[in-house]
Nanobody, 115 residues
Framework: QVQLAESGGGLVQAGGSLRLSCVAS????????VGWYRQAPGKQRELVAM???????NYIASVQGRFTISRDNAKNTVYLQMNSLKPEDTAVYYC?????????WGQGTQVTVSS
């Protein structure tokens, strides 16, 4: 069974850092495009960052320069390094990939940034 699982969320003060991990099980991530999304209370889920098979990445403007997405294929893991966190980054963060034709989501990990 193919699953994605996020971890690494938590409570951090503004200006702090967290590193989120997205681990795939039941499937080897290699050339798959993987995205990190977030959903804040009362808001729609939004794409935060996306990484491509060649390691190239895209970010939304609000996290550009603060967040870095990366992948370690040997560990079957995609990371989201989040620096200089702001209260508006508070949300549940999800990873996503289309694997074997299906849209896969993890269960999410809560990130809370206090001011």
């Amino acid at each position: 069974q193919v699953q994605l699982a996020e971890s690494g969320g938590g409570l951090v003060q503004a200006g702090g850092s967290l590193r989120l991990s997205c681990v795939a099980s039941g499937y080897r991530l290699r050339n798959d495009v993987v995205g990190w999304y977030r959903q804040a209370p009362g808001k729609q889920r939004e794409l935060v960052a996306m990484i491509f098979s060649d390691g190239g990445a895209n970010y939304i403007a609000s996290v550009q320069g603060r967040f870095t997405i990366s992948r370690d294929n040997a560990k079957n893991t995609v990371y989201l390094q989040m620096n200089s966190l702001k209260p508006e980054d508070t949300a549940v963060y999800y990873c996503n990939a289309i694997i074997l034709g299906y849209d896969r989501w993890g269960q999410g990990t809560q990130v809370t940034v206090s001011s």
